[in-house]
């Protein structure tokens, strides 16, 4: 059967082993659901210690420290019930979540994690134009929701809809204005590439208003606690996934922590190097791809408890003023960025493009 | 305003790192205070049988039973709101107030203490840790008045 399948993708042994493990376990299905178990215990937890509360501790080893939770909740919400509400669309309410899931995974599928020895790099699929695909695939995003707020036919789930609609379509463009002088910068759309131009110089550094929009227009995207207003508990029940039951529900849960999890590999691209850091000695002997992986999962780590702990310390903001922010001071500061990156370019050009 | 988005992080480790406030529930518990309200506890040799606790009670929830060959309450776990007024107003000091909280039973009759299990010692739940409010005042730093 292994035979087969060869043929079928035309390549050699080893080639096909890489693939299964690209696809299956690091950046593909294994990891981002890791990544969600894992993220969902640490915010619970570490939410509780901001609040000098203890989290959940009943559940797995380790001297109470609710390791499994996560899991426990997973398999109580696939036990119950799926309830459809009455004269709601039938076909695009079940498809919703699927869709969710599926587009929110897909971007992981085009971020390179770790350069591979003899050329070429640790990710599942190569295109010289991966920014502009991960771009299309956030597009896709606000008109799952809004066909799951409409299609649910429930005031709470429109509305929440509505906003969310408003909040991603606004924040799409500081958004796509300071990824466009990485672009610049970089002088790339590869993904890949992007990363090799900070081999000297992050661009955070080069780069820290461009840095500032992307992590507030990235966190409003997925909606994190700040900018949770689609999901505001006190004004509509928990928003366009208010009806959602059971499975569906744990759908978009684990959606919303791929999100996450692609947001974070993205930023790291980004602006914090990618894989660039110094070899741990250990690793490296092993493959010196793990090396480069490790440091992706730092940085990322670092982001994904920077853009947590927002939901313990902040309040959320209204609206207006969210909307008001994005258009007043974000496209500013994204074209400021911009002309910024264009008018220092004889300083950065030998930093950056390998003078 | 940059310092006023700033602070809060700092703020929010700070707090992470201290000690927490509550504690592991049902492996380490808080010592109830002296005057703790828990079940009502009869000691039946000093139970003159006058009524005046079920003449009192809001709830109904004592109700005289004979128990061998004397008229004693019987205890409703469900009914009672833990109000105090039978154990101020027995002549014979025979109602006490323990600190037992932990009465739940899945059934209804389950809460019924009829004068056997009445006049049991309250279960101890001493079993794991304890802390008191004042050793763990100390020890988190901050007081919660």
Redesign the interface.
């Known amino acids: 059967m292994i035979g087969l399948e060869f043929l079928i993708l035309g390549l050699d042994f080893p080639q096909f082993i890489e693939l299964v493990l690209k696809v299956l376990i690091f950046p593909g299905l294994a990891f981002p659901l890791l990544f969600a178990i894992i993220v969902i215990w640490f915010e619970r937890k570490?939410l509780?210690?901001?609040?000098?509360?203890?989290g959940p501790?009943h559940i797995g080893p380790f001297n109470?420290t609710g390791l499994l939770q996560p899991i426990a909740d997973f398999i109580k919400l696939i036990q119950k019930e799926i309830i459809v509400p009455d004269n709601a669309h039938k076909l695009i309410y079940n498809l919703a979540p699927i869709m969710a899931a599926l587009v929110a995974s897909l971007s992981v599928a085009f971020i390179p994690y770790a350069p591979k020895p003899g050329g070429g790099y640790w990710m599942i699929f190569y295109t010289p134009f991966s920014l502009l695909v991960i771009l299309a695939i956030f597009t896709a995003r606000p008109f799952i929701i809004i066909a799951a707020g409409w299609a649910s036919n429930s005031k709470y789930c429109t509305i929440g809809a509505l906003r969310a609609a408003l909040q991603l379509l606004s924040y799409e463009v500081p958004l796509a204005l300071s990824l466009a002088s990485i672009v610049i910068m970089s002088g790339t759309f590869d993904l890949a590439k992007i990363v090799e131009a900070q081999s000297s110089i992050w661009f955070i550094i080069l780069q820290p208003i461009g840095f500032i929009v992307v992590l507030i227009g990235m966190m409003t995207e997925i909606a994190r606690r700040p900018f949770d207003i689609p999901f505001a508990e006190q004004e509509v029940v928990f928003g366009w996934p208010t009806e959602y039951t059971g499975t569906q529900f744990a759908l978009i849960m684990v959606s919303e922590y791929f999100d996450l999890c692609a947001v974070t590999s993205l930023i790291t691209v980004f602006f914090l190097g990618g894989w660039s850091g110094p070899a741990i000695p250990l690793l490296n002997d092993i493959s010196p791809i793990l090396s480069g992986i490790f440091w992706f999962l730092l940085k990322m780590a670092i982001l994904t408890v920077?853009i947590i702990?927002g939901r313990?310390?902040?309040p959320r903001v209204r609206i207006d003023q969210l909307l008001d922010a994005g258009w007043t001071i974000g496209i500013p500061l994204a074209i400021l960025q911009i002309s910024i990156t264009l008018l220092t370019a004889q300083w950065w050009l030998p930093l950056v493009r390998g003078g | 305003m940059v310092l006023d988005i700033i602070r809060p992080f700092f703020l929010g480790f700070y707090h992470a790192f201290k000690r927490t406030f509550t504690v592991k529930h049902p492996f380490v518990r808080l010592t109830p205070t002296e005057r703790y309200r828990g079940r009502v506890v009869l000691n039946i040799d000093r139970c003159i049988s006058c009524r005046s606790c079920v003449n009192i009670c809001p709830n109904k929830a004592l109700e005289m039973v004979k128990f061998e060959k004397k008229l004693v309450p019987q205890y409703d776990a469900g009914r009672c709101c833990l109000c105090n007024l039978c154990v101020e107003v027995c002549p014979a000091i025979a109602l006490s107030m323990s600190y037992e909280v932990e009465f739940s039973e899945y059934t209804r009759k389950g809460l019924i203490h009829t004068p056997d299990r009445f006049s049991q010692p309250p279960k101890s739940f001493l079993f794991e840790k304890t802390v008191t409010v004042k050793i763990l005042d100390k020890k988190r730093g901050v007081a919660h008045r």
């Open positions: 570490f509780a210690r901001i609040m000098l509360r203890i501790l109470r920077i702990m313990g310390i902040f």
